[in-house]
């Protein structure tokens, strides 16, 4: 236990510490058919936080899932989370079908 909360204080120092650089690429979208227009997850990086990736973008109403977000976002937030350094890659919601 003593070990694990170690880990998580050097991990929140680093977060705190991190300043995100211009990224040279956007991140890449994968794009999937049949897929949800207007619905995207993001995934986003371990050394940051999903919570304030997505606040940099000015996305709200989204869900969160350990290191990815997901949910309705427009073209320029969608363009500036692949523009964001904290972003792993971005893909389409896609629609599932059981046969």
Known sequence: M????KYRQLEDRARAARVPGPRAEPAPHHRHEPRVDGEYIVAVREVANPRDVAARAGVTGVRFMMN???GRLSDEQLAALRADPDVDYV???AIGRLR
């Open 68 to 70: 990815f977000f997901g």
């Open 2 to 5: 003593h070990l694990r909360a």
């Open 91 to 93: 893909e389409d919601n």
